[in-house]
Structures are given as structure tokens and as C-alpha cells.
């Protein structure tokens, strides 16, 4: 049924008779005839459309020549992620002139500690 019901679709899309095809099927011509009649129905109600000029310029642009710098990714992102990178470098900035103003033990300053072992 599915093979003849192609066959046919491919025959009224082409131009092409029918009559051929539901002859050597086993199906009643009134059935026939009712596909043929919905077929031909959803052919006309269903045209193609080709997009606007504008549409496929825009895709074209975005699919093939799409930013891919650095700079162009970041302009891609969400606000908020702009927003956290930015309180990021900033807590980190303030963090480290914190650490400079009030001083801190760095690695060379640190001094080992005798630890008293048992023998």
C-alpha cells in the first residue's frame, strides 16, 4: 500500500498518468480514486516556498562565516556570564592588593619547624 501510495505521489508530482499504476494494484478504484483526489488536494495545498533573499543571506552569513575569533565568541555570550567574569577579575584583583598591602607569608618567608620525633 505504501509502495503504490509513492507511486502515485511520484506520478501526479511528475505529470505522469495513474490510471496505470491503481490498474495492476490490488486496491478497489473507489479507494483509488479517493487518494488520488486527497494526493492531489495536498500537492496544491502544499507549494514550496523559497525564502526571502534577506533570510538566506543572514544564514549563510551565520552558518559559514560565523565569528570565530575570540572576541567574536565573547560577544556571543549572555550577560550574566559577562557579568561574573567581570566580579571574577575584579574579587581576584582586590584579593591580591590585599595579600600586598597587609603582607603575607609567601614560600620564601615560610621556615621549617623542628618537629620533634621519637628515636
Known sequence: MQDLL???????????????????????????????????????ALTPLEPREEFSTILHADLLEGESSLLGRLRGMPARVHVAAFLAIFFGFVLFALRRLFGSETAQDMQ????????
Do not use: C, K, R, Y
Open 6 to 44: 509513492d507511486a502515485i505521489t511520484t506520478g501526479l508530482q511528475n505529470g505522469d498518468g495513474v490510471d496505470s499504476l491503481i490498474a495492476q494494484s490490488d486496491l478497489p478504484q473507489e479507494d483509488a480514486d479517493d487518494f488520488v483526489e486527497m494526493i492531489q488536494a495536498l500537492q496544491t
Open 112 to 119: 621549617e619547624e623542628a618537629v620533634v620525633t621519637p628515636l
